[in-house]
């Protein structure tokens, strides 16, 4: 059995009240283009660093959407799996508090539309893949946990 090299990524449930930003991926995407997702990317650096994780995940929503999370993020899962062009991903998701700033669509090539979503609506919405919704009920249960 051959080993994999992966890829890791980092995916923000980033939530205001009781609303979640979700964006809509571009069609000009490798992976999953046109679905519904949170906002995240991969870790590129040249060097090694303290904090990567959250130091990425960070730099990807100011990149992407324009705004500032809680620095204080709460590990909500990781898992595996096979992108559409055959890479083998780690992808590691952090529970978020929104801060300051107005979303926005920073990058086209990425983001084409973005939404405050309830929980309930992400997971009624048909265009929701069950990743996601999968990731922000686990988002749920952890911000009713941290926030009492």
């Known amino acids: ?10 995916e923000a449930a980033i939530y205001k009240n009781d609303k979640w930003l979700i964006i809509k991926r571009s069609e000009k995407e490798e992976h ?16 090694a660093k303290k904090n ?4 990425t995940l960070i730099r990807e929503i100011m990149e992407e959407v324009g705004i500032e999370v809680s620095k204080t993020l709460h590990y909500v899962e990781s898992k595996s799996f096979i992108s559409d062009k055959a890479q083998a991903v780690i992808d590691i998701v952090f529970l978020c ?17 973005i939404y405050w979503m309830s ?12 990743w996601l919704k999968e990731s922000i009920e686990k988002a749920e249960n952890i911000r009713f946990t941290v926030s009492k």
């Open 119 to 130: 929980s309930t609506e992400i997971l009624e919405n048909k265009c929701a893949p069950i």
């Open 52 to 55: 990567i994780l959250e130091e």
């Open 97 to 113: 508090k929104y801060q300051s700033g107005e979303p926005k669509c920073m990058s086209v090539d990425e983001v084409s539309e």
């Open 1 to 10: 059995m051959n080993n994999l090299s992966y890829v890791v990524n980092v």
């Open 32 to 47: 999953a283009p046109g679905l519904l997702a949170m906002v995240g990317g991969k870790v590129e650096t040249k060097i």
